[in-house]
């Protein structure tokens, strides 16, 4: 586990200079929807106190900001993701800190909206993740992931495995400076894909009420999970 955890923190402290331009890049511009699509079911508000664990250079949290949100705190452990997130948040309220899903340094009870994009999958200990987001959750919150998955179609995980596996690496490579860590991220979600069932995982931790939405053909699913 420290193995990965160590591992996850030295690719995207590598790759967090040209993270947001491959994001937009690879997935033409799709990711922005996905995320608003994800906090509109959601249903985020001026009100609402949020948590944006494996936070990155901060996309999910800017969205929700426009969304409304006032209060947002940033959680992720590599340190230049934060780094580039402070500089394109100084307007929203709130903190980013350098912590594991696995260990939110937060009182218990606080947030009424964690959200994880595309970083379970990253986790050391997935149970222990959810383990953590029920705790810090207050009654009747909610933990929204997104995150990417195989499609059930023929043709189309067909055709997204072969982009993932030969064409995402190249060009993420290439632009990045960081081929390996293009290749991991392919390896990544296929392998939590066969593994890992979240809906399973997150009933485990307590959550009572599990919703899931599924993207873009499958590519990509959301899954809203309420304390």
Not at 55 to 63: E, H, Q, S
Not at 134 to 148: D, H, M, Q, Y
Not at 167 to 178: E, F
Request: hydrophobic residues 40%.
């Amino acid at each position: 586990m420290e193995d990965k955890k160590n591992k996850v923190r030295n690719i995207f402290d590598s790759i967090a200079f040209r993270y947001d331009f491959l994001n937009h890049l690879l997935s033409f511009g799709t990711d922005f929807y996905w995320r608003n699509k994800a906090l509109k079911f959601t249903g985020v508000n001026k009100n609402s106190i949020l948590l944006d664990v494996a936070c990155g250079t901060g996309d999910f949290a800017i969205a929700a900001k426009n969304m409304g949100v006032n209060k947002i705190f940033g959680a992720d452990f590599s340190f230049n993701m934060l780094k580039l997130f402070n500089q394109k948040s100084e307007w929203i309220k709130g903190r980013n800190v350098q912590m594991v899903a696995e260990n939110i340094s937060i009182k218990n009870n606080s947030v009424t909206n964690i959200t994880v994009a595309f970083g379970v999958r990253n986790f050391y200990n997935i149970q222990d993740g959810f383990n953590s987001f029920f705790s810090v959750l207050k009654e009747n919150g909610k933990a929204t992931i997104l995150e990417f998955r195989l499609p059930t179609n023929p043709l189309f995980k067909f055709l997204y495995k072969f982009y993932f596996k030969n064409i995402l690496p190249v060009i993420g490579g290439i632009i990045s400076g960081d081929k390996e860590a293009y290749k991991y991220l392919p390896r990544s979600v296929e392998e939590f894909d066969e593994k890992i069932n979240l809906p399973e995982l997150l009933r485990n931790s307590g959550f009572k009420k599990i919703e899931q939405h599924s993207l873009t053909f499958g590519i990509v699913q959301v899954i809203i999970a309420t304390k």
